[in-house]
């Protein structure tokens, strides 16, 4: 199977502060990547998208940068807050299959 | 909004138990998922269904099976639960085509005893 993995599992933040979570993919014929949050006791929510023929992406406070030449993918989270703390995962896919990382964990230090 | 909704939050059977996990959603979307959730290994499909009647083995098929007999349901068998089938267990829907965005329930934590 594929591959999906994050350079660091944990992450603290101070509140305000800008997060960048990080996940390098194996698979290069993956066209399409997702991060999701999940909060503790909930399913994976849907953050952001981007697609393989786009370099970076910008959503509400979050921006998702993918760089194919070295497989990685990056979430930046501007001005955290004490509600993005969760565990983030990227997906990378093709077809309508994807592989999931095993996740960061965010806390936001108030 | 999307909603995936889940039989059950917790779920405890005994080993050899038959366990049915359910799945609904209520977008009609085309494609549904099961997968599995293991501190350290991340989400693992397990099943997958791109139309009513028809399945597709994942990546981890052994010991389950699945049943898709309505667009909106989703169904998640395990024969004969085993103690390392003890998981959250996550059902995610999709509208297919070129829209992709896995929507996940709120998954079923399951403890097999």
Not at chain 1, 5 to 20: A, F, K, M, R, Y
Not at chain 1, 58 to 82: C, D, E, F, W
Not at chain 2, 58 to 75: A, H, L, N, Q, W
């Amino acid at each position: 199977g594929e591959s999906v993995g994050l350079h660091l599992p944990t992450l603290s933040v101070q509140e305000g502060d800008n997060s960048i979570i990080n996940c390098a993919y194996s698979n290069s014929a993956s066209d399409y990547f997702i991060w999701y949050k999940q909060e503790s006791g909930k399913g994976p929510q849907f953050i952001i998208d981007i697609r393989s023929n786009m370099d970076k992406r910008q959503g509400q406070r979050v921006t998702v940068l993918l760089n194919k030449t070295v497989k990685h993918l990056s979430l930046q989270i501007a001005a955290t807050q004490p509600g993005d703390s969760a565990v983030y995962f990227c997906a990378e896919g093709t077809g309508n299959q994807f592989y999931f990382g095993t996740g960061t964990s965010l806390t936001v230090i108030p | 909004d999307v909603k995936v909704t889940q039989s059950s939050r917790y779920l405890v059977k005994r080993t050899g138990e038959k366990v049915f996990l359910e799945c609904v959603q209520d977008m009609d979307h085309e494609n549904m998922f099961w997968y599995r959730q293991d501190p350290g290994l991340g989400l693992r499909l397990i099943y997958f269904s791109y139309d009513v009647k028809m399945k597709e083995k994942g990546d981890i098929p052994e010991g389950y099976s699945v049943s898709r007999e309505k667009k909106e349901r989703f169904s998640l068998i395990l024969e004969s639960a085993s103690t390392n089938q003890t998981s959250m267990y996550l059902c995610a829907s999709s509208f297919g085509g070129s829209s992709r965005i896995q929507y996940f329930g709120p998954g079923t934590r399951l403890l097999v005893l």
